[in-house]
Nanobody, 124 residues
């Protein structure tokens, strides 16, 4: 059983920083890309950032210039450095892994493995 486990969420003041981590455990697998999504109760899960192991990083417009995604392909590990946090960044953040080279990185349907989520709360 493959699991993705997120960590690093918490409470931070507006303008502060947090670093989220996501690591795979259980059976090994090869992913083509990994990403972060977030969800607020009552809203759709939205794309935040993604990294293709073949090259390329992608960001939602709302986080460009503030968030940075990085990771280690061999370990199916991905990080999200979040700076200049705003109250509207408050959400549950989910890590995901996509197995297909042709999967859409900014669409939730491009991912087959998901973590359980970690809460990020930004106080204003």
């Amino acid at each position: 059983q493959v699991q993705l486990v997120e960590s690093g969420g918490g409470l931070v003041q507006a303008g502060g920083s947090l670093r989220l981590s996501c690591a795979a455990s259980g059976r090994t697998f090869s992913s083509a890309h990994m990403g972060w999504f977030r969800q607020v109760p009552g809203n759709e899960r939205e794309f935040v950032a993604a990294i293709r192991w073949s090259g390329g990083t992608y960001y939602a417009d709302s986080v460009k210039g503030r968030f940075t995604i990085s990771g280690e392909n061999a370990e199916n590990t991905v990080y999200l450095q979040m700076n200049s946090l705003k109250a509207e960044d408050t959400a549950v953040y989910y890590c995901a892994a996509g197995l297909s080279l042709y999967g859409a990185v900014s669409n939730r349907y491009g991912y087959e493995r998901w973590g359980q989520g970690t809460q990020v709360t930004v106080s204003s």
